[in-house]
């Protein structure tokens, strides 16, 4: 069969040499960002961050998932971004199994069900397809970077919804300890304030973070709005004065404030919810860039224009495809710089802390193996399809979102704790990664 995985110990090879080169990469981006040596500074480093956020990364998603997909093509690749939400249902099932077994401090409950659940479905699976791809023997076959691509960018807009929509709104801070979050914030901002910049864990997939900044983004806004419904003392919240939450209550004179009069409590206040949900920052570079692929990868006209060797735009389209080989270098680069900075301090526990790790990098990956077993059983994937199968079972793989420590720091909720649960997967990752995709190397060697 066309792009079979080879067989013996070829697998082996196919399987770790292109962790190896990822893990040079990374090596080298700590050697220039270590405090010790400074080659390069951490300035230089988020700068390279806004470029591959900006430019390299949304280049990269055009070229390859634009040439790619047709409109047959996403009828049929429809179980991937279906795949994202169940990998996140099961990750969220087992981030509470671990925090009812481990028990975190109570204002990390929330958390820990976070950090286990959302995985990175961007950066990082594309720069392993892309080391898997940059070999000789083509594992998965002559196309294999370009499908790779596509395959992961066609799911990437499934976690960017998720992320500026349930993520963002279950890392508000908890309103029973709001006032100490809220010191811990004030500490963290004074500590800031000293410095430059903010730390690269905070820019790396999230540039211009301190932007999206709102007054109600740090405060437990959420339960503030609810507290009155469900019989909570006012004594123990602060108030929350809603008619200056985006002009939602106007003036009692005016003709939209009989419409809010009418409607229901409920209504009313899930309405507040939803205006103040930043679903507006959706739209960013890489997601744009997936827009504009699907539609032009759709529409034969527009594809004939822009892709092609004899097509009128093919210069363009090269010139993208020269900036997109920057992305895989650019992102394990700012990997190494982000773990050059350390871990911090963690107030999560150790017995939490593993168990995190332990959920998403090593029982989560295998519960994908059966997830993805069930559905070939089912029809529901490709039949012939070794790359499609490796992205789906990638998905279950990966460690924590680095953009989770963006939004802990918009919503000043366990940055501390998150920036070292970061720190630790993506140094675990290593390993677990090695395992899981030689096993999955195996797997897809009988197929």
């Given at each position: 069969?066309a ?30 960002a270590?405090?010790?040596?400074r ?22 998603i ?28 099961i ?6 199994v671990?925090?009812?077994?481990c ?17 990175n ?17 083509q594992?998965?076959?002559?196309q294999c ?17 998720l992320a ?8 508000e801070?908890p ?7 809220a010191?811990?914030n ?9 410095n ?10 999230w540039?211009?973070m301190?932007?999206?900044e709102?007054?109600?983004?740090k ?7 609810f507290?009155?419904?469900?019989g909570?003392?006012q ?5 929350l ?22 409607e ?6 899930m ?16 997601t744009?860039?997936?827009?504009l692929a699907?539609i032009?990868g759709?529409?034969p ?5 822009v892709?092609g ?6 210069f ?7 900036l997109?080989?920057?992305?895989v270098?650019s ?9 050059a900075?350390?871990?911090?301090e ?21 519960i994908?193996?059966g997830?993805?077993?069930?559905a070939?059983k ?5 039949q012939?399809?070794q ?22 720091s ?5 940055v501390?704790e998150?920036?070292?649960l970061?720190f ?14 030689v096993?999955?190397?195996?797997l897809?060697?009988?197929?």
């Open positions: 069969m792009g079979k995985v080879e067989q013996g110990n070829e697998n082996w090879l196919s399987a770790v040499v292109p962790l190896l080169k990822l893990l040079c990469l990374t090596v080298i981006g700590i050697i220039l270590h405090p010790k040596t080659i390069v500074p951490r300035a230089t480093l988020k700068l390279l961050s806004k470029l591959v956020f900006a430019l390299f990364l949304p280049c990269l055009f070229v390859h998932l634009g040439e790619s997909i047709t409109l047959e093509e996403a009828l049929q690749w429809w179980f991937v971004p279906v795949n994202v939400l169940i990998s996140t249902a990750g969220c099932v087992l981030g509470y671990v925090a009812i077994i028990k975190p401090p109570p204002q990390f409950f929330r958390l820990t069900v976070i950090m286990t659940g959302f995985g479905t961007g950066n990082i699976p594309i720069a392993i397809i892309g080391s898997v791809c940059h070999s000789s023997n594992p998965f076959g002559p970077r370009q499908t790779g691509v596509a395959y992961v960018s066609f799911a990437q807009w499934v976690a960017v919804i500026y929509t349930l993520v963002y709104h279950m890392m801070p309103m029973e300890y709001y006032e100490i979050v010191e811990e004030e500490i963290e901002e004074e500590h800031a304030a000293s430059i910049s903010r730390p690269l864990l905070q820019e790396a997939e540039p211009g301190e932007e999206k709102t007054v109600n983004s405060i437990p806004f959420i339960a503030r709005v507290a009155s419904m469900s909570s003392s004594s123990t919240i602060p108030d004065d809603l008619t200056e939450v985006g002009g939602i209550y106007p003036a009692p004179n005016s003709p939209k404030s009989i419409r809010c009069l009418a229901p409590r409920v209504v009313r206040r309405r507040i919810v939803v205006e103040e949900t930043p679903i507006r920052h959706i739209l960013q570079p890489p744009i860039a997936s827009l699907i032009v759709m529409v006209l527009f594809r004939n224009f892709f060797s004899d097509a009128p735009l093919s363009f389209t090269d010139s993208l495809e020269i997109a080989g920057a992305v270098p992102v394990m680069l700012i990997l190494g710089g982000m773990l900075e350390g871990p911090n963690s107030s999560l526990g150790i017995r939490t802390t593993i168990g995190i790790i332990a959920a998403r990098l090593l029982i989560l990956p295998f994908g193996i997830v993805v077993a069930t070939d089912l029809h529901l994937l490709l012939e399809g790359m499609y199968r490796f992205v789906l079972l990638l998905q279950y793989t990966m460690p924590t979102a680095i953009l989770l420590g963006a939004i802990a918009l919503r000043g909720y366990g501390k998150v920036s070292a970061l630790w997967q993506h140094i675990l990752a290593l390993l677990s990664l090695s395992v899981y995709i096993i999955y190397f195996k897809l060697s009988d197929v």
